[in-house]
């Protein structure tokens, strides 16, 4: 445990780095705030601060910059989570006051705004889509073989789905079809063996082919990422940068990566904490989205590991937050 002198120091140091992402030396620390020690002090602390591997010197002549450890002490020790600017709330609170229509076309303008807020890639990940249950579905005919079944849900998203006929199919019979998919599947979730049969075997058929589309669809959590070329501009190494930006596009790397840091209790991990090799040079802020106690989707933050965290961490939090009073509301 560091006392309370090197503890300032410290902190002086991340947030000075975090600001300019310059080596910081040892003059600039002594008159930081909490610090007001000599020169020669906070050489001396910060070259104890070495030993223990909460800094490195990446020169022999430079200063000194956080390492992943310097940065999970910071964020451990942050006195107070730091509420959001006014600016900033503002916009959060009026980007969702707007927010209606289809959820899939608002957590993509979530994770937009989040990027923007944040300055680093954000990645919003949707209620698994088998728990919502069924509004409304339609079987429309778009020739003699093909018909697209569609379904709202009451999470507000909203599926359609071809489906290939064995047989042509009347009008009548795609009519028909959709007033027994209304009737027993309106407020229940999916269920393809649930339905009662119809009396018709062709009705029956093609319900059931309906169904089944709707359900391989929807067997993954929607996620949504955001501000992807801003981490292009994060990084100086060329490989770095394309190995955070191949990762990202792997839509089930980023969910489990979420799902992981939430599961261990962490709000934050950084660097190597994560796991994920090819992010060891970034860190993720991530929050739940909790609905009636029950946890329904997540918004996260991907950055290098010199971020804002305490504006980070108090912006993914108040997007979730929001995030899920939208979905209660559905």
Request: proline content about 4%.
């Amino acid at each position: 445990m560091l006392d309370e002198r090197k503890t300032a120091i410290l902190r002086a140091i991340v947030q000075e780095y975090i600001t300019t992402a310059q080596p910081v030396g040892s003059t600039h620390i002594a008159s930081a705030s909490g610090v007001n020690v000599s020169s020669a002090t906070v050489r001396n602390e910060m070259a104890v601060l070495e030993q223990e591997g909460y800094l490195a010197q990446p020169h022999t002549s430079a200063g000194r910059i956080p390492t992943d450890k310097g940065y999970r002490f910071f964020v451990d020790h942050l006195s107070n989570p730091r509420p959001l600017d006014q600016v900033t709330s503002q916009r959060v609170g009026q980007f969702f006051d707007a927010a209606h229509g289809r959820l899939e076309e608002m957590l993509h303008q979530t994770s937009q705004l989040l990027a923007q807020l944040t300055h680093h890639a954000a990645l919003v990940v949707g209620p698994a889509a088998d728990r919502a249950v069924v509004r409304s579905v339609q079987v429309v005919g778009l020739s003699a073989r093909v018909a697209v079944v569609v379904a709202v849900f009451s999470n507000g998203s909203v599926e359609n789905e071809t489906i290939e006929l064995s047989a042509e199919m009347s009008e009548l019979r795609l009519t028909g079809a959709t007033s027994h998919l209304q009737r027993h599947l309106a407020g229940r979730s999916l269920a393809p063996d649930d339905l009662p049969p119809s009396g018709d075997h062709d009705v029956d058929d093609l319900c059931r082919a309906a169904v089944s589309s709707l359900v391989a669809a929807r067997t993954q959590e929607p996620v949504f990422v955001g501000g992807t070329a801003v981490m292009a501009q994060s990084f100086d190494a060329v490989d770095t940068v394309r190995n955070v930006l191949h990762t990202l596009e792997q839509q089930y790397v980023m969910v489990s990566l979420v799902r992981d840091v939430l599961n261990r209790g962490l709000s934050v991990a950084i660097g190597a904490e994560h796991g994920v090799q090819p992010l060891v040079a970034c860190s993720v802020v991530v929050a739940p989205v909790v609905v009636d106690g029950e946890h329904l989707g997540s918004v996260g933050v991907l950055g290098p590991t010199r971020m804002d965290y305490p504006a980070t961490i108090a912006t993914v939090r108040a997007v979730a937050r929001y995030v899920g009073e939208v979905l209660a509301q559905n």
